[in-house]
C-alpha cells in the first residue's frame, strides 16, 4: 500500500527566507502528484499537479519537482510571505489503487513570521 | 464558479443520530470522493464513486454508506454515528481516469470545503 510521509511536520521560517517542503512515497509506480494548502477551517486548494513523465512545475513563487525514481518531492517557496503560513500537503495517485484515488500524507505546517 | 459545495459545514450530534453530509459540484465531473482528515493520520479515503450508480470502498468504509444518483451529488450517510466518526470530512470530484482510454490532461480534484463533524 502506498504510503506518503512530509517532513518536516512543522517549520517556522522569517519572512523574506526561501524554504523546501520535502515530501516521499514508498511505491514509485504513480500517475501524477499533486501538492495542496490547506488554511484552518478552510479546503484543500490545489497548487501543482506534476505527471508523472514531468520533473517539475512552477507557478509564481512555488516550484514543486518530482524524482519519481526515488520516490521524492520537493515544494519550494521563494521569497516566503506572512500570507503563505497554512499546511502544505502532498498526494499521489497511483497506479496500482483505485484510478484517481489519492494517497496524502500528514502535512507540514508552515509559519512564515513577519 | 466551479466549485464543490458542503452541507452543513458544522455538525454536533449524539451517537445514534442518522445524519447525511452532502456533497455536490457543478462541473459535470464523473469521479467524485469522501475523505476524512484526522490528526497524525492525515486524509484517508471513505469511498468514492466513479460515475453514476458506481461506488466503492475506500480505506476506511465502515460505518459509513453512500449514493450516487445524480452526477452532481455524492451523499455521505452515517446510519449510526459513533464517537470515533468525529472527524473532518471533505468531498472531491475530478474528470475520471478511464481504463485504456484516452489520457487525460492532468487530473487534478477538487475539493470542498469541510464539514467538521463532532459525535457525543
Known amino acids: 500500500k502506498q504510503e506518503v510521509t512530509q517532513i518536516p511536520a512543522a517549520l517556522s521560517v522569517p519572512e523574506g527566507e526561501n524554504l523546501v517542503l520535502n515530501c516521499s512515497f514508498t511505491?514509485?509506480?504513480?500517475?501524477?502528484l499533486q501538492w495542496f494548502r490547506q488554511d484552518p477551517g478552510k479546503g484543500l486548494t490545489s497548487l501543482l499537479l506534476?505527471?508523472?513523465?514531468?520533473r517539475e512545475q512552477t507557478s509564481g513563487r512555488l516550484n514543486a519537482s518530482l524524482d519519481k525514481s526515488s520516490g521524492r518531492s520537493t515544494l519550494y517557496i521563494a521569497a516566503s510571505q506572512p500570507g503563505d503560513s497554512a499546511t502544505y500537503l502532498c498526494?499521489?495517485?497511483?497506479?496500482?489503487?483505485?484510478?484517481?484515488?489519492?494517497?496524502f500524507g500528514t502535512g507540514t505546517r508552515l509559519t512564515v513570521i513577519p | 464558479e466551479a466549485q464543490v459545495t458542503q452541507n452543513p459545514r458544522y455538525l454536533i450530534t449524539v451517537t445514534g443520530k442518522k445524519l447525511t453530509v452532502t456533497c455536490s459540484q457543478n462541473?459535470?465531473?464523473?469521479?467524485m470522493s469522501w475523505y476524512r482528515q484526522d490528526p497524525g493520520l492525515g486524509l484517508r479515503q471513505i469511498y468514492y464513486?466513479?460515475?453514476?450508480?458506481?461506488?466503492d470502498k475506500g480505506d476506511v468504509p465502515e460505518g459509513y454508506k453512500v449514493s450516487r444518483k445524480e452526477k452532481r451529488n455524492f451523499p455521505l450517510i452515517l446510519e449510526s454515528p459513533s464517537p470515533n466518526q468525529t472527524s473532518l470530512y471533505f468531498c472531491?470530484?475530478?474528470?475520471?481516469?478511464?481504463?485504456?482510454?484516452?489520457?487525460?490532461?492532468?487530473?487534478?480534484?477538487?475539493f470542498g470545503p469541510g464539514t467538521r463533524l463532532t459525535v457525543l
Open positions: 472531491a470530484s475530478s474528470l475520471p481516469r478511464l481504463a485504456g482510454g484516452p489520457r487525460l490532461p492532468y487530473n487534478e480534484q477538487f
Open positions: 498526494a499521489v495517485e497511483g497506479r496500482q489503487t483505485g484510478a484517481n484515488n489519492l494517497f
Open positions: 462541473m459535470n465531473h464523473e469521479y
Open positions: 464513486s466513479m460515475n453514476v450508480e458506481v461506488t
Open positions: 506534476i505527471q508523472s513523465s514531468q
Open positions: 511505491d514509485s509506480a504513480i500517475y501524477n
